[in-house]
């Protein structure tokens, strides 16, 4: 980005080497990135007073060899306790899934590799969230019966009597609404 500003700014009426002018734009934005740029943004009155504080914190061990508290900070900085407690926080690391963790065997492995995944997660994801869609759509009644079949694991004969008809009622029924969802289906 240095080299780009100088190159739009730089002015060939001066008697100077585009390298001579670039070399101050190139290093004030390397300065800048380290300074600004991070994976989260932080104000610049965060930053200073997490310098001060960081600078009050380092004197007070010196001096007395304890930590300073919450309440000193305040008062030494005419700051409220939520302001500092933004600062401080605001300083610590960001932890990412992907930070390598190492271990006794000095291996590195990260975060996300310890969540057990299978290889069909997400079809199996996709595919729950289709039939709930499918069932969603479904009418109070069918939505049962298909709830009591297929997540209940009720029998037919069982569904029947939990309805008050009969088994060869709730094989039809079934039939219907499987046909219905099957073409819901196609249709997405």
Request: charged share 35%.
């Amino acid at each position: 980005m240095g080299l780009i500003k100088s190159i739009k700014r730089f002015d060939t009426s001066y008697d100077v080497k585009l390298s001579t002018y670039a070399v101050p734009y190139i290093l004030g934005e390397i300065k800048k990135f380290i300074r600004d740029d991070g994976i989260i943004k932080v104000s610049r009155n965060i930053k200073e007073l997490n310098m001060k504080i960081s600078k009050l914190e380092e004197e007070h061990l010196r001096k007395t060899g304890e930590n300073i508290t919450l309440k000193e900070l305040e008062k030494k900085l005419k700051v409220s306790k939520e302001d500092i407690v933004v600062a401080l926080e605001a300083k610590m690391p960001v932890e990412s899934i992907y930070k390598e963790e190492y271990q006794n065997d000095d291996k590195g492995t990260k975060i996300i590799d310890k969540f057990p995944i299978s290889e069909n997660e997400e079809n199996i994801i996709i595919n729950k969230l289709t039939i709930k869609g499918l069932i969603d759509k479904l009418e109070p009644k069918e939505r049962q019966i298909i709830i009591l079949r297929f997540y209940k694991n009720k029998t037919q004969s069982q569904v029947g009597e939990l309805l008050g008809i009969s088994q060869v009622q709730v094989s039809r029924i079934e039939k219907s609404i499987l046909g219905k969802m099957r073409t819901n289906l196609e249709a997405v």
